[in-house]
């Protein structure tokens, strides 16, 4: 089976998720900007930063997939992914972002993100 990890990340910490489990997996791990042809696997699994509740790249990424080709998503946020109330608003999100034959719960996870303040603390005492 051909697949691929694809990844959306603005400050990071999605691209390290992405790329440990790349080097666990042995697959390839792409910026969802640079996957050349995305019908060309047969799996997706597809990492995204949580940004204002959607999936950063996700939309753009599940419109070039047919109906053969398998998609699994984990979502990188602040939000603590082991309370059930932000699980249930993410995976709401995802129904948004994803066609419904594309929308499987048993294939999507949830990460822990990060932050670095440092830059604010910077700025709010110079
Ligand atoms: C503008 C903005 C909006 C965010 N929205 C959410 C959100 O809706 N839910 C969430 O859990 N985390 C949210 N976060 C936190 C990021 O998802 C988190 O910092 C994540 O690790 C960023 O991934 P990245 O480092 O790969 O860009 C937001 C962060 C920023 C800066």
Do not use: W
């Not at 089976?1 to 792409?30: D, F, H, P, Q």
């Not at 995305?38 to 599940?62: E, I, N, W």
């Not at 939000?79 to 709401?92: L, Q, S, W």
Request: glycine letters at 8%; charged letters at 20%.
């Amino acid at each position: 089976m051909n697949s691929i990890i694809i990844y959306g990340s603005r400050y990071g910490s999605t691209k390290r998720y992405a790329e440990r489990l790349a080097e666990i997996t042995g697959l390839k791990a792409v910026f969802y900007t640079d996957v050349k042809n995305v019908a060309d696997y047969d799996r997706v699994v597809y990492l995204g930063a949580l940004c204002a509740g959607g999936v950063m790249g996700l939309k753009k990424t599940v419109c070039g997939l047919s109906a053969s080709q398998e998609l699994f998503v984990a979502t990188v946020g602040l939000a603590d992914p082991t309370d059930a109330e932000n699980v249930n608003h993410i995976r709401g999100c995802i129904k948004k972002q994803v066609p419904a034959s594309h929308y499987d719960e048993s294939k999507i996870f949830h990460l822990r993100g990060a932050i670095d303040y440092t830059p604010m603390a910077n700025k709010s005492t110079s």
